[in-house]
């Protein structure tokens, strides 16, 4: 791979970010932040902050999609720091990790500044106050990175202890545990279709399912130290960087790995990005340099090739840049070959070996496509023993060539003997009905003695009667399950023609099941996929399929019927209903309303914060973000009367009325030992309190003060 670009800044890159409008953000391991203009890599402006950062893995410094908002780590590690990047101005820091910060992140929308820690502790900072709002669910061990959904609903953190956490930032409550690594996972990141992909400190990756919480695929061939990842437009590739200059490229479709060699670069790779506008890939050195890829790079060689019929020269491009093989053009000589294969096929079954030669005669040059071709040329040099076989009736000696050539299944000659033999066992079944017929059932059967894969199924068939008879009563009934179990005992009833007209009306009911989805027909739709379930081979994607369909219409009839609460709680279930026209604007309703009742809480207005929130008390997926906005507003009312030197009584009454709402967690922990020193007299024991829990907390605990 050629690079297109390149820049030096002569420290090490430990961020590369594209912004909203295309200008390129490039950070050093001395935290001197440059703008450059993507296109040519021109200096748009930039600051210093002044910050030597040694260790760099891991995210230690972050921007917001839009370059408004910038975070560092400090020099030693012991606090997060977050600026406002226009003005300079720091906006507020973290220095509650016991222990270092680790690494840290701000959220998609704009809305949370993310700290973590040594200790596995991940603290959400309000972006616009400066204060803590809430905290992630703790890990056991350091937290190594955090990762967002481009949506900004959803937020992971991977640590030490060899997990990954999934939190909901719709919600504001925590998913189930990612568990499968064996060693620390040091990187993580979302991907699309509901995936996420994360790596461990032994180079081992996992696609995850996060429906499911199951894995995916593990990706093979990674033998080096994972330094970066990233992907292309639509997630369809993945680029690993590591520590040996490498980028490693994957498909994210078949998760095969297309090239363990696709760039090479004299100096670990710390920083990577894609630029979706343009295909390219841009990489950060650790000896200060910026290199751009076009990951689409031969393409208009491959044009030039196809109109001269170049074929080996299109495949020598492709093996160049494995990207190419996802072409229009690679595809359209990929299609070539295919048809080429089925007309060589048919020449060879006719011993018109002149021809297939002359097919072949574009690809003959290709070291791929010319072990193919030698295979199929001696794998048709029995193909006349198999014809003259067919001809003289002697089907066991035929049945056995097909067996050592399994191309031959392609052949007319084959699909001619295998409907023959269907049609013997239809004409044989019916003989087996009657007692006084069986002799013409085992005459029909002759010419397939020795056919060990026809033999078993004769044999059930002749001795089973009554389970056929069994069979064709459940068909006649549509008695699906009864068929099914029938099937799993007694394999020779997957030749009768029952069996097809089963699997063919499983077939029907799917695709009518798809266009009555399709029409917006969930009642149809639920009717056919309740018939489809009976079928083993549809039975999960069913039970997928209900679940979905279900959730939809009840979302979408209480869209009409302006039921809101139930319209968030589907959304919850289901979050491709989010990616609708109602649901988005249903999410912009609901963050629109969250900021300003954020805003009511910065100052501890709990009963402005109710009437902005009102609409929401009696929604259940909205309750844990309703009760960490007033754990918020009432943290607000106690740090507003201690710093006014209010009665100690008091503060100790907010303390406990605190704790029994909302538990023993961290904002009221920190509240907690600066109240101690301010009033060392108290006697307050927070362990001794009753305790309540954010999971518990309802809206009918609401009060205008904590103190009351």
Not at 44 to 63: D, P, Q, R, T
Not at 360 to 371: C, D
Not at 536 to 562: P, R
Not at 652 to 676: A, D, R, T
Request: aromatic share 10%; hydrophobic share 40%; net charge neutral.
């Amino acid at each position: 791979m050629k690079v297109v670009k390149s820049k030096g800044v002569n420290k090490a890159v430990i961020l590369l970010k594209l912004l909203d409008d295309d200008k390129l953000i490039v950070v050093d391991e001395e935290t001197t932040i440059r703008y450059l203009d993507n296109e040519d890599f021109g200096m748009l402006g930039g600051f210093k902050v002044n910050v030597k950062h040694e260790y760099y893995k891991s995210s230690v410094v972050a921007f917001s999609n839009d370059g408004h908002y910038f975070g560092s780590l400090t020099a030693d590690h012991k606090e997060s720091r977050f600026f406002n990047a226009q003005t300079k101005k720091l906006i507020g820091r973290v220095d509650r990790h016991h222990g270092e910060a680790s690494c840290l992140g701000i959220d998609p929308l704009n809305r949370y500044f993310f700290s973590c820690g040594d200790d596995g502790k991940t603290f959400a900072i309000d972006i616009k106050s400066g204060k803590l709002v809430f905290t992630l669910p703790a890990h056991v061990d350091t937290v190594n990175d955090i990762a967002f959904s481009k949506n900004g609903n959803w937020v992971a953190t991977c640590s030490y202890d060899r997990k990954v956490s999934l939190f909901s930032l719709v919600s504001m409550s925590a998913k189930v545990h990612l568990k499968a690594h064996a060693s620390a996972i040091i990187k993580i990141q979302f991907l699309t279709k509901n995936r996420l992909i994360s790596v461990d400190k032994n180079s081992s990756a996992i696609i995850w399912n996060l429906s499911t919480g199951k894995v995916i695929e593990r990706l093979q061939g990674i033998h080096d130290e994972i330094r970066q990842i990233v992907t292309s437009e639509d997630d369809r590739f993945l680029f690993i960087g590591t520590a040996l200059g490498y980028v490693l490229l994957y498909d994210l479709q078949s998760y095969e790995l297309l090239s363990s060699r696709y760039i090479k670069i004299a100096s670990p790779i710390t920083a990577m990005e894609f630029d979706n506008k343009n295909h390219a890939l841009l990489i950060g050195t650790d000896d200060g340099f910026i290199f751009t890829y076009n990951i689409y790079e031969g393409e208009e060689k491959l044009k030039e090739y196809l109109q001269l019929k170049k074929f080996e020269q299109i495949q020598i491009e492709a093996e160049n840049n494995p990207v190419l093989a996802t072409t229009k053009i690679y595809k359209l000589v990929d299609d070539l070959w295919e048809n080429t294969l089925k007309k060589v096929k048919i020449a060879l079954q006719k011993q018109d070996k002149e021809t297939a030669i002359l097919l072949f005669k574009n690809f003959k040059n290709i070291p791929a496509k010319n072990s193919i071709i030698q295979k199929i040329m001696n794998e048709y040099a029995e193909f006349p023993k198999f014809e003259k076989l067919v001809k003289e009736n002697k089907l066991s000696l035929a049945y056995g060539i097909v067996r050592a050539h399994p191309v031959y299944k392609d052949s007319s000659l084959y699909k001619a003997l295998e409907k023959r033999w269907k049609n013997d066992f239809i004409k044989a079944q019916k003989y087996i009905l009657d007692p006084k017929t069986v002799e013409k059932a085992k005459d029909i059967f002759t010419p397939y003695r020795g056919i060990s894969e026809k033999t078993k199924l004769i044999q059930e068939l002749l001795t089973k009667g009554d389970i056929y008879k069994r069979f064709r009563v459940a068909v006649g009934q549509k008695d699906f399950i009864s068929c099914f179990e029938l099937i799993k005992r007694h394999s020779f009833l997957r030749e009768l023609p029952e069996y097809e007209i089963l699997t063919q009306y499983a077939d029907t009911l799917y695709m009518k099941s798809h266009e009555f989805m399709n029409k917006g027909d969930t009642h149809s739709a639920i009717k056919m996929l309740r018939m489809l379930s009976a079928f083993d081979d549809f039975k999960e994607e069913v039970k997928e399929l209900m679940h979905s369909v279900e959730t939809k219409e009840k979302f979408f009839t209480a869209v009409a019927n302006e039921n809101i609460a139930v319209a968030y709680d589907m959304m919850s279930e289901l979050e491709e209903l989010e990616e609708t026209p109602d649901g988005k604007k249903l999410q912009e309703q609901w963050q629109k309303d969250q900021s300003s009742a954020n805003t009511a809480a910065m100052s501890g207005d709990a009963i402005g914060a109710r009437r902005i929130l009102e609409k929401y008390m009696k929604i259940r997926s909205k309750i844990m973000a309703i009760a960490t906005i007033y754990s918020w507003c009432y943290m607000v009312q106690l740090e507003d009367i201690a710093r006014e030197n209010g009665p100690q009584h008091d503060i100790e009454k907010g303390i406990k009325n605190y704790i029994l709402s909302f538990g023993l967690i961290e904002q009221i922990e920190n509240f907690f030992v600066q109240f101690k020193e301010k009033y060392p007299t108290t006697k307050l024991n927070l362990e001794q309190l009753k305790h309540g829990s954010l999971e518990m907390w309802r809206p009918s605990m609401i009060v205008p003060s904590i103190l009351d």
